[in-house]
């Protein structure tokens, strides 16, 4: 059985902007790449559940890897529907900005999904910055010590900011 799952992406005023897509499937092996994943989540809310059903006018937010991206498949995605999250594992593959240079002028837009925010992600974001639009960073994972001051140059650059694992309010007002 396939279960898809969104996730609300909210704003800093509780208003839903989008939904993270989560994915479970009975029948794929846990073995099974991420690109395997992605195109099965892909195919299911394209044939099986419906993009209304699913994202209801939203944004939806799907994780890819740079195997993904290199693919095919991913011109089979309405890109207005969707924002590609960019796995951590993928940040600095040697061709990434590249591919993302090659969509991005075909419309696709592209987030960095759920990073652990430091000295040396900050400047790959930097690097990158024309060609994403949403950065999630992991509050959780993201203790670097100057990170109060690699947050803000993070929000110098205009991207919008996704706080993930924000679990209280005293967390979420440092953002």
Same mark, same amino acid.
Request: hydrophobic share 40%; with cysteine.
């Given at each position: 059985?396939?279960?898809?799952?969104?996730?609300?992406?909210?704003?800093?005023?509780? =208003?839903?902007?989008?939904?993270?897509?989560?994915?479970?499937?009975?029948?794929?092996?846990?073995?099974?790449?991420?690109?395997?994943?992605?195109?099965?989540?892909?195919?299911?809310?394209?044939?099986?559940?419906?993009?209304?059903?699913?994202?209801? $006018?939203?944004?939806?937010?799907?994780?890819?890897?740079?195997?993904?991206?290199?693919?095919?498949?991913?011109?089979?995605?309405?890109?207005?529907?969707?924002?590609?999250?960019?796995?951590?594992?993928?940040?600095?593959?040697?061709?990434?900005?590249?591919?993302?240079?090659?969509?991005?002028?075909? $419309?696709?837009?592209?987030?960095?999904?759920?990073?652990?925010?430091?000295?040396?992600?900050?400047?790959?974001?930097?690097? =990158?910055?024309?060609?994403?639009?949403?950065?999630?960073?992991?509050?959780?994972?993201?203790?670097?010590?100057?990170?109060?001051?690699?947050?803000?140059?993070?929000?110098?650059?205009?991207?919008?900011?996704?706080?993930?694992?924000?679990?209280?309010?005293?967390?979420?007002?440092?953002?």
């Amino acid at each position: 059985m396939s279960l898809i799952g969104r996730q609300p992406i909210c704003n800093a005023d509780y =208003l839903i902007t989008g939904y993270d897509i989560l994915f479970r499937d009975e029948e794929l092996s846990p073995d099974f790449s991420d690109i395997s994943i992605s195109a099965s989540v892909l195919n299911r809310i394209l044939n099986d559940f419906g993009l209304e059903s699913v994202l209801g $006018g939203y944004l939806g937010f799907l994780k890819v890897d740079i195997e993904f991206l290199q693919s095919n498949i991913v011109t089979t995605i309405p890109n207005k529907h969707f924002v590609l999250m960019i796995l951590e594992s993928s940040l600095f593959h040697s061709e990434l900005e590249s591919v993302l240079k090659n969509l991005h002028d075909k $419309g696709y837009r592209f987030g960095l999904n759920s990073c652990v925010l430091d000295s040396k992600t900050l400047e790959r974001i930097e690097s =990158l910055k024309s060609l994403l639009s949403y950065i999630r960073i992991d509050v959780l994972r993201s203790s670097d010590k100057n990170f109060s001051d690699i947050f803000k140059r993070l929000k110098l650059m205009k991207q919008t900011v996704i706080a993930s694992k924000v679990e209280t309010h005293e967390i979420l007002d440092r953002y």
